[in-house]
C-alpha cells in the first residue's frame, strides 16, 4: 500500500478542483472528479449512482452557496489502480463533515473518485 505525499497531493489536487467548480456554482464541472460509474452517499440527499445523477445532485447543492467551501485531505493511500482518501470538508460555519473516498486510476494516469461517502460532524 502507497501513502506516499504524491497520491495525497494527487488527491488534494482533485478535491480542490471540485471546490473550485462548486464556488462557481457548475454543478456539471463538479461532476466530472466522479468516475462515469461512480456513486455518491450522503446524508444530504438520496444516493446518487452516476456522473449524471452526481451532477443533478450538485445542481441542487450549488443554489445553496459555496463561496466557502473547503476540503482538506487528511489521510490517503493507493494500491495499483486503487486509492482511497479521507477528507475533511466544510462551508462557512453552517455545514461540516468528512468524507470517505475511494478512488480509480484512469488510462491517462489521472485519479477520479469511484465512491464517495459524506457524513456530517
Known amino acids: 500500500m502507497d501513502g506516499s505525499p504524491d497520491f495525497k497531493e494527487a488527491c488534494q489536487k482533485l478535491f480542490d478542483q471540485y ?8 454543478a456539471a464541472a463538479c ?7 461512480a456513486e455518491l452517499f450522503s ?6 449512482i452516476g ?7 450538485h445542481s441542487e447543492w450549488v443554489l ?3 463561496e466557502n467551501k473547503q476540503i482538506r485531505v487528511l489521510s490517503a493511500g ?5 486509492g482511497w482518501c479521507v477528507a475533511r470538508f466544510s462551508e462557512g ?16 494516469g489521472s485519479w477520479l473518485i469511484k465512491l464517495c461517502s459524506l457524513n456530517e460532524s
Do not use: K, M, W
Not at 471546490?19 to 457548475?26: G, I, L, P, W
Not at 446524508?43 to 446518487?48: D, F, I, M, S, T
Open 43 to 48: 446524508p444530504y440527499g438520496a444516493p446518487a
Open 51 to 57: 456522473r449524471s445523477a452526481i451532477a443533478e445532485t
Open 19 to 26: 471546490v473550485d467548480c462548486y464556488r462557481r456554482a457548475v
Open 93 to 108: 460555519t453552517d455545514e461540516s463533515g468528512s468524507s470517505v473516498n475511494v478512488l480509480a486510476r484512469q488510462a491517462d
Open 78 to 82: 493507493c494500491d495499483g489502480n486503487l
Open 31 to 37: 461532476s466530472l472528479v466522479f468516475a462515469p460509474d
Open 64 to 66: 445553496e452557496g459555496g
